[in-house]
């Protein structure tokens, strides 16, 4: 099924991947400029990049619980991989406050970007997309 949804070179050479991770990261900085700033200040750039490959190549099962993830599995299997780019933008905007709030700690950083994704529930993943969906068209 994958094979048939996401770009051939997705995960051969991970071109597909790094790819999507590169236009998550830009959009972050064009979107959130606040949560960019406070990334660039504290240099969490590196760590940012890793855990969105994480989230890619792991199409978000080790860090949304089932509830949301059977939401974002309807709709990448409806919609193709533009859905996981939607969904990373989503997932920052959620918990835009919570990462900002984490002044100076890599660990805090980490510990949202990796444990409170599962503490996102479907309904505000739903009303969030909408509004975004509204946003750019």
Known sequence: VLEEILPINYYSDII???????V??????SIFHELSEH?????FGTLVNNFLNRWLIGLFTQNLNE????LVWDMF???GNVILIQVS???????ENQLLSNK???????????DQFRTV???????SYFIFMNLIN
């Open 16 to 22: 597909g991947l790094i790819a999507d991770s590169i």
């Open 104 to 114: 100076n700690t890599l660990k805090g950083v980490q510990s949202i970007l990796s």
């Open 77 to 79: 299997l409806l919609d």
């Open 67 to 70: 509830e949301v993830l059977n």
């Open 39 to 43: 990334f660039k200040d504290n240099e």
């Open 24 to 29: 998550i990261y830009s959009s972050v900085q």
């Open 89 to 95: 933008l989503i997932l920052f905007a959620i918990l």
């Open 121 to 127: 529930t479907s309904k505000n993943l739903l009303k």
